[in-house]
């Protein structure tokens, strides 16, 4: 806020070495806010569902469907989680991080992603 550092957290990013879960890098901006949400993987041609349905409390996407979000299924964050059990590609923040982000941003925030 002003220029300063007002939070900072560990996340996890998309899967390391698959190119259709890698979070992309570039310069963005989130393009809205939505408070719970259920999130849905590809459709499976043969059952015509979801690959998964994830409902989160927090969502704030900038590309497409990607965006930070909480992640409460996950036990922890941070490290390299994302070279084994990364996400979708998705930001997958804490539960409580991601509310501190959703109330402090409004839509139109820069999201740069780089690796």
């Known amino acids: ?5 007002y939070m900072d957290t560990a996340c996890v990013t998309g899967l390391e070495g698959s190119a259709k879960r890698r979070t992309p890098c570039g310069f963005y901006y989130v393009y809205m806010k939505q408070r ?15 690959s998964y349905v994830s ?7 900038f590309y497409y469907g990607y965006g930070l979000h909480d992640a409460s299924w996950r036990g922890s964050f941070g490290g390299s989680i994302y070279l084994y059990s990364g996400s979708h590609g998705c930001i997958n923040l804490p539960t409580s ?3 501190t982000l959703y109330e402090n941003i ?5 999201v740069l992603c780089f690796y």
């Open 1 to 5: 806020i002003n220029g300063e550092l």
């Open 36 to 50: 719970e949400r259920d999130l849905k993987g590809e459709i499976d041609p043969e059952t015509g569902e979801p």
């Open 55 to 61: 409902h989160v409390s927090y969502w704030m996407p």
């Open 97 to 99: 991080a991601a509310a």
């Open 106 to 110: 409004e839509a139109g925030c820069p």
